[in-house]
């Protein structure tokens, strides 16, 4: 039998409209199955005060373009979030709490702290599920930016590249490689980067958790079937 508190709090926070979730508290409640004590406001906090760090260098700017070169030089390079490179497959990178203590992450924690500043700094963002490799379109100037390496844009021959990465054709490319995930997509694509771990590590009970909570989120489609931690 599944222990609902974890469950229960994260169920609370998805059964609603997707565009009602937030995504930061949903990921902090995903993160207690590993740190059952995990105070979620508390992060939240953290999360707030750095946007509030953020926005005055942002709202200085006065184009689009110079607005998310003030975002990109606060988070990447004064606060320092980078792409663990060195330790990917560490799961610390794969908890949101982890991530704002450590300012290191994989490419979807890493967006969902850019999409979670920049809308508080009203550069309203949305996350891209493309393959193996998380990103973020910037929906003002709709740029498509890699919180992953340091916010770099990408044009189309960069995502190209990146596709090339990941082992995929870049002859495969299609523009619906770039569409827009909903909130629910992003965080069973979040869970299902924990879940590879706590499989590999043979944690039944965690697990068993996270299948609940997926359950809750509803059925997965192809895109969400990724085979790397993104």
Request: contains cysteine; charged residues 30%; hydrophobic residues 45%.
């Amino acid at each position: 039998m599944v222990e609902t508190d974890t469950v229960t709090l994260f169920a609370d926070l998805v059964r609603r409209d997707d565009e009602s979730i937030r995504l930061p508290a949903a990921a902090l409640a995903m993160a207690r199955v590993q740190y059952p004590r995990l105070d979620v406001e508390a992060y939240l906090d953290q999360l707030d005060l750095i946007a509030a760090r953020a926005m005055p260098a942002v709202e200085e700017a006065r184009s689009a373009e110079r607005k998310l070169v003030a975002l990109r030089r606060f988070l990447f390079r004064e606060i320092a979030f980078r792409g663990n490179e060195e330790s990917y497959y560490d799961p610390r990178n794969t908890f949101l709490n982890d991530v704002l203590d450590r300012r290191l992450g994989i490419p979807i924690t890493l967006s969902l702290v850019y999409i979670e500043v920049a809308a508080a700094c009203d550069l309203p963002a949305e996350g891209i599920g493309f393959p193996g490799h998380f990103l973020v379109r910037d929906v003002t100037t709709g740029h498509v930016i890699d919180p992953f390496r340091g916010g770099l844009r990408l044009d189309g021959d960069g995502c190209r590249r990146l596709l090339a990465a990941q082992g995929i054709d870049p002859a495969q490319w299609t523009d619906e490689l770039l569409r827009p995930v909903s909130k629910r997509q992003f965080l069973r694509r979040m869970i299902n980067n924990i879940a590879r771990y706590y499989a590999e590590t043979r944690d039944g009970s965690r697990l068993e958790k996270l299948e609940a909570m997926a359950a809750v989120l509803g059925e997965q489609d192809d895109s969400e079937r990724a085979p790397l931690l993104q």
